[in-house]
């Protein structure tokens, strides 16, 4: 595949005014200069780090100690409480219970810190707003660009990464509830000739559950390092010539006996929706969900590397400790899963959308916010904690359902009660490769009344 190096859109920027949570002292010219930490080198990794990221940190209730499991209680056991199963509870049913816990009152100033402690982790900016039960907040911290120092905006526009796969999920249910996509159905019989025989079997909710089983992407570009990821950012795939990395190794396992959370799945269930509709998905996206709700600063780039009018910038940071602007790039190789660039301010009102039942009938939405059975556990053997397009997250006694999102160099976190009683929209600048989640463990530690 062609990989394209070059300079343009890249800065190189000391770290003047910007934390990086290992102190730092002035050279002999006065100029601020980090204290690096050196880390060994990575072990061989067989998926990419945009993978593990997708099924670790971006599945927010099974991060590492001292994440969101630090402060969450178990949602569920192995099987449905004896009163729910002797009363014919559906899980949907208990789900939406655990989420309907009063949430406490608002604490605004404790917001504020927690988005404002940009040294956990080192971040350029970071962007809030919190609504539900009467209470709406919005607070920024930070810069949204180190050129002009400008505080972010909620009209700012951000690269969302795998928030993506909620408008993926949202488009496939509709089309489900027209009769023209059967979710038992294998992919194959929408997508004749894309995969081997044993893949083209997954059903179209094992794609939308992460349950597929998919082999691991191989001959991808590396992004194991700040320089590789700077090196390929302008590589450009095909959707099919992505497919292809995954066609050459057996299945993982057998497809809907466990979840791994795979970006993947989603790429096939973009193309899919193009072979329903006979439209780009990005458009079926624009007709169904974008322009009935308004969303006017979210689309989906394709091919277009730069982002439009106001944005947040992303940064990262460089092993000799400067930081390079990473804001252009090319997403082919999220296209259908991991490309939406948007707002606070949209994400807010989809979210708000979504659960309230605009975009979906309830029997649609009881797919939503319905995980796979109990026996279906992730790969580390911990409860299966993706539904149809959403993830679920059980903090300090309530239960959140959304979708987060990680680009290099920006994060977002899309999430709220099922009752929408708590929703929170948090877009942050994390300037490492691999950035803790404590931002988002502070945010959630003061939304529920947990101890962080």
Known sequence: MFGLETGRGRVRVRLRGIPDGSGSHSDQHGRMTPHLHRRPA?????????????????????????????????????????????????????AKAAGAAAPPPLDTRALQAAISDLSHPPSVGAQLRVGGSGDDWYGTAGMADLRSRRAPRPDDAFRAGSVTKAFVATVVLQLWTERRVDLGAPIGRYLPGLLPDESARITVTQLLQHTSGLP???????????????????????????????????????????????????????LLIEQVTGRPYAEAIQARVLRPLGLHRTVLPGDDIRLHGRHVHNYLRMSDGSLTDITDFNMSTSWGEGEIVSTVDDLDRFLQ?????????????????????????????????????????????????GKTGEVPGC??????????????????TPTPLEPEEEMTIRVAAVLTGASA
């Open 216 to 270: 691991d992407h191989q001959g991808i570009p590396d992004d194991s390092t700040p320089e590789a990821v700077v090196r390929n950012r302008f590589e450009q795939w095909t959707p099919r010539a992505w497919v292809d990395t995954v066609t050459h190794s057996p299945l993982k396992f057998i497809p809907g006996t466990k979840q791994e959370y795979r970006g993947i799945n989603y790429v096939l269930l973009a």
């Open 353 to 401: 959308a979504l659960f309230s039942g605009r975009l979906l009938p309830p029997r649609a939405m009881d797919k939503l916010f319905t995980l796979p059975p109990d026996s279906v556990r992730m790969l580390d053997g911990t409860p299966a904690r993706y539904s149809m397009g959403l993830q679920q997250a059980p903090v300090g006694g309530m239960t959140f359902w």
């Open 411 to 428: 994060r977002t976190r899309v999430m709220a009660t099922r009752d929408l009683s708590r929703r929170f929209v948090l877009n942050y």
């Open 42 to 94: 990575a072990a061989h990794r067989a998926l990419s780090r945009r993978v593990l990221i997708g099924g670790s940190l971006a599945g927010v209730a099974g991060v590492s100690a001292g994440s969101w499991t630090a402060l969450a209680a178990p949602s569920r056991t192995s099987g449905p409480a004896p009163e729910a199963a002797s009363a014919g509870v559906s899980r949907s049913a208990r």
